[in-house]
């Protein structure tokens, strides 16, 4: 049984200070938990057992232990060529969260998709704020569809889910171009690492990436953070309520069925 795990307060908040833990308290109060997002690359063999759990670089013994153990106990549908099943290479997008507790912290974590990643398992940069919605205090949250091709290159497909708002002026369709602009240019400079089937890599994938431009900031965002953050799967579980709805991968290689915490 793989239990939530108590990490020292001080090896955690060491490890997880930088960007690319993703927290969701860059500067943790007490009482705050700290959500974060990590690729974790899974081999696995044509029988859906995994040969290879692997997470990037510079996090603490204690978190890349636990993390992999639990991925590594989830359940792998291998990819097929001709009704063949392939040994296959898939990353597998980790939601994790530690609450505090007495002496540290508690970890959790639960299953938030896979597919492709950013390359090395780095995070995203940030596309460019356009300077004509900056200036005029236009926000937008929006998702970006981003095909992969083979060798990890991006091209930009469509919008998804967008929404505009804020300004002094009506938002227009030229405020909608200014965005498209400025985030086909972010597109073309993204990098990742393709899914593999049979040791080749899978020569078109389909990704969607969130995205917000906010001009909020401060204790407010802080606090919007922090509630989205205990919202969260990876929160309830790591507190010990149980779960909201459970996410399901849509069209990877491989499919992921995350075995239910307190199970394997």
Request: overall charge positive.
């Given at each position: 049984m793989l239990g939530k795990k108590v990490i020292l307060l001080g090896a955690l908040l060491a490890a997880l200070g930088g960007t690319q833990a993703g927290v969701a308290s860059d500067k943790p109060e007490d009482g705050a938990v700290m959500r974060f997002h990590v690729n974790v690359r899974v081999d696995v063999d044509a029988a859906g057992k995994p040969t290879l759990v692997e997470m990037p670089e510079g996090y603490p013994a204690p978190v890349r232990d636990f993390v992999t153990r639990r991925v590594a106990s989830w359940q792998y549908l291998p990819a097929?060529?001709?009704?063949?099943?392939?040994?296959?290479?898939?990353y597998v997008r980790v939601d994790a969260c530690a609450v505090p507790v007495e002496g540290g912290y508690r970890l959790d974590v639960d299953f938030d998709g896979n597919g492709p990643r950013a390359a090395g398992g780095q995070p995203l940069p940030s596309p460019r704020y356009p300077h004509e919605a900056d200036m005029r205090g236009v926000e937008a949250e929006l998702?970006?569809?981003?095909?992969?091709?083979g060798q990890g290159h991006a091209s930009f497909e469509r919008f998804e889910?967008?929404?505009?708002?804020?300004?002094?002026?009506?938002?227009?369709?030229?405020?909608?171009?200014?965005f498209e602009t400025e985030l086909r240019q972010w597109v073309q400079t993204l990098r990742f690492d393709p899914e593999r089937v049979a040791g080749q890599p899978v020569p078109k994938s389909e990704v969607s990436i969130p995205v917000l431009f906010s001009q909020s900031g401060g204790r407010a965002e802080w606090e919007a953070r922090q509630a989205e953050a205990k919202a969260s799967n990876a929160c309830r579980l790591a507190s010990g309520s149980p779960p909201a709805l459970e996410p399901v991968a849509l069209n990877p290689a491989v499919k992921v069925t995350p075995r239910p915490a307190g199970d394997g």
């Open positions: 097929s060529r001709d009704g063949v099943p392939q040994s296959a290479t898939t998702t970006v569809i981003v095909n992969i091709d889910n967008e929404a505009f708002h804020g300004g002094n002026t009506r938002i227009n369709a030229g405020t909608r171009k200014a």
